[in-house]
């Protein structure tokens, strides 16, 4: 029996919880999870990351069409408020939150015990710039994908509110491997 392919993008500004929907979706239904943001950090200079405007999502139309595109609609105090309490360890890109996702030990990560950053960009002085920036880049990109009939949007100020809607919409596209329940 051939395995589905299903080819899907999640759209979002920084610190709208992407990271932590696309982990639940490879997870529930056996997809794989391409992080255009961990690539992007590490592969900067090659400018690696896909699709944050329209040029590049005009790219990735050559490619492959997509079956789904989910933007995450989150208000601009909770994305500031979860990004400037955000700590990442740099060498496996895991993700702390201070407020709902704290590390065992304040400033060290949980599994190999050494130190975690605060990227600049995460610092409270920069969000509002980075946060402007989304907007202004993604919107062309949203009004494609919605043109095309493939977006799906989901509104909240907390993932595992809007993670039941994004697994249903998942299940009617391909069966879940585990139930949405394990979260």
Known sequence: MASKLLRAVILGPPGSGKGTVCQRI???????????????????????GFPRT?????????????DLVIS????????????????IHPPSGRVYNLDFNPPHVH??????????????????????VRLRQYKDVAKPVIELYKSRGV??????TETNKIWPYVYTLFSN????????EAY
């Open 72 to 87: 995450l609609n989150i208000p601009f105090e909770t994305l500031k408020d979860r990004l400037s309490r955000r700590w």
């Open 54 to 66: 329209l040029v590049q999502a005009e790219s990735l139309d050559k490619i492959c069409e997509l």
């Open 26 to 48: 490879a997870q529930n239904f056996g997809l794989q999870h391409l992080s255009s943001g961990h690539f992007l950090r590490e592969n900067i200079k090659a400018n690696t």
């Open 151 to 156: 977006l799906h949007q989901f509104s909240g």
């Open 173 to 180: 596209k391909i069966t879940p491997i585990q139930s949405k």
């Open 107 to 128: 400033g060290v990560d949980d599994i190999t015990g050494e130190p975690l950053v605060q990227q600049e960009d995460d610092k409270p002085e920069a969000v509002a």
